[in-house]
């Protein structure tokens, strides 16, 4: 459970420094996200880690579903008088909801963009290598970005996701660290308060993208049907997850 949870927070850190190119919304931002996507989807050695990334999720979820039965199972009959919060946070207590929430994020953004970008009708364009000389096609992943967080109920979605995604690393951050048995009074405090940074940083720069593409709104080559396409798509995708959970 904590080395899985860990390596994710490493996958956060690298897909954050490649999303933040979105705040660039010149011509030049456009191509180097392109570039980007292109990258972390052709690439032998991330498309490896890209995989461990899965597989570290699925594992991050059958840990969590087992590490609450055996807590249930350990104590059957609630408490008459509850007070967890004296001892500890809401943050530890609702880690299952944090993580369901979490989850179901993971797959409705998964679908609307790594399955768009794989599977998709994704409009190409060509673009010349600066070095060699040669013609390139790339797909145009930042258009269909940029057009789904025009839409306000996806942009909310988000912006809510990475909330819950805080208070789950709020927790979960430390807790690896000590499950791991990095556990020592001398550091104690300092994992206490890199764990409270990293989860209010990571999830607020990574609600930040949506949040000013949608204020911003860059102007995008596409035509009002394929905008219409994209976003209706999008939704769609949210409202299909959200009625199967």
Request: charged residues 10%; without cysteine.
């Amino acid at each position: 459970m904590a080395a899985s949870g860990l390596f994710l927070t490493l996958f956060l850190v690298g897909h954050l420094l490649g999303n933040l190119q979105l705040l660039d919304t010149s011509e030049h931002g456009k191509h180097a996200f392109n570039l980007y996507a292109a990258f972390m989807t052709t690439f032998p050695v991330v498309k490896i880690l890209s995989y461990l990334t899965y597989g570290s999720i699925i594992l991050h979820v059958i840990d969590g579903i087992v590490l609450t039965r055996q807590n249930r199972a350990a104590r059957p009959v609630r408490y008459a008088k509850e007070n967890g919060a004296a001892n500890a946070s809401w943050a530890s207590r609702s880690m299952a909801l944090l993580g369901i929430l979490t989850l179901v994020f993971i797959i409705v953004h998964m679908k609307s963009f790594f399955a768009e970008m794989h599977w998709g009708d994704v409009e190409q364009y060509t673009y010349t290598d600066p070095e060699s000389g040669v013609n390139h096609s790339l797909k145009d992943l930042w258009t269909i970005t940029v057009l789904a967080f025009q839409n306000i109920w996806y942009t909310l979605f988000y912006v809510l996701a990475m909330v819950a995604l805080g208070f789950h690393l709020s927790h979960g951050v430390s807790s690896g660290f000590q499950s791991l048995g990095l556990n020592h009074p001398k550091y104690n405090g300092l994992v206490k308060y890199f764990g409270l940074g990293f989860s209010i940083l990571v999830p607020a720069l990574f609600a930040l993208i949506p949040i000013y593409l949608y204020v911003q709104k860059p102007q995008v080559d596409a035509t009002i049907e394929q905008t219409k396409a994209v976003v209706e798509h999008v939704v769609v995708d949210l409202e299909t997850e959200t009625q199967s959970n």
